[in-house]
């Protein structure tokens, strides 16, 4: 049991950075950070450069591009249809971390993990929070 405890810092970590983030005031427009946390995951994947995961790199550039439609779409909408819409924002990318967890591609299996954790946190902020 105390191992699988330690294995499971990242999500123990996703759950402890919101509300640092949210202390901090750092969450104050969650928009940009659907986009932002997909640029991430191509900048990692780029920089990472492991054999054998170039398709995988190559498939978050529609990632951005998605999670960019959904945030600029957000953003047209008024309270609370805008956090309902960012809460759907970063559902989909818990969604797409659980994906890279899975396949242990592009970026770390520890990041995705934290992001799954941080992710799913954050919509449910937006859902409870309108």
Known sequence: MKRMLSDRWPTAAGIATVPVLLALGILDDFAEGVVVAAVLYLAWG???????????VLWQVPGV???GAVTVWALSLDHPQLQYALAVGWLGHAAWDVVHFRADRVVPRWWSEWCIALDVLLAVVLILDP
Not at 46 to 56: A, E, F, I, N, T
């Open 46 to 56: 780029v920089l990472r450069r492991r054999p054998g995961q170039g398709g995988w």
């Open 65 to 67: 591009l998605v999670f």
